[in-house]
């Protein structure tokens, strides 16, 4: 009986612990539930970045600008607007005619961690989710937006070389 005991209050305080994972953002640590640490870490790194809400799920949103495209950071996660949990990067063309999956698995064959798909609308969407959970270092974030940046300008290529559409951001 006493084993069962301790093996209960061992996962109560386990479950605990874990729920209390997501209020916690350490100081120098990039988190989706402290938007603003994400919008500093943005700055620090030479990007533009303002903070608002998304037009759909009311969750925070973070407009910004690279490589001469505008893209959202949109949260995910959250628990009634606030203390999210991951973020997406998202940088949507509008239908242009040349919008295919087969374009986007052109893409996707190549690329490790940025995703391209088209949706039923026909938007071309360039996708990167990343889970905040715990917090990010400062360091590893930097890496994070740099190689967004950099995919981005991949993309550009990837364009020029392929049907190019239109910014919808």
Not at 65 to 84: D, L, M, S, T
Not at 111 to 123: P, T, Y
Request: proline share 4%.
């Amino acid at each position: 009986m006493l084993r069962y005991m301790l093996v209960l209050a061992a996962c109560m305080i386990g479950t605990n612990a874990w729920a209390l994972d997501k209020d916690v953002c350490a100081a120098g640590m990039v988190c989706a539930s402290k938007p603003q640490t994400i919008v500093d870490a943005l700055q620090a790194a030479g990007f533009r970045a303002t903070l608002s809400k998304s037009d759909t799920t009311g969750n925070p949103k973070i407009e910004s600008a690279a490589n001469g495209y505008k893209f959202g950071i949109y949260f995910y996660g959250c628990e009634k607007n606030v203390q999210c949990d991951a973020i997406q990067f998202l940088l949507s063309f509008q239908d242009d005619g040349t919008h295919t999956p087969e374009l986007a698995n052109k893409w996707n064959k190549d690329k490790r961690f940025i995703q391209m798909s088209v949706d039923d609308d026909r938007m071309l969407d360039l996708s990167y989710d990343l889970t905040t959970m715990g917090g990010l270092p400062a360091r590893n974030f930097a890496d994070v937006i740099e190689w967004w940046a950099a995919m981005m300008g991949e993309a550009g290529r990837f364009f020029k070389e392929n049907p190019a559409p239109k910014s919808s951001n």
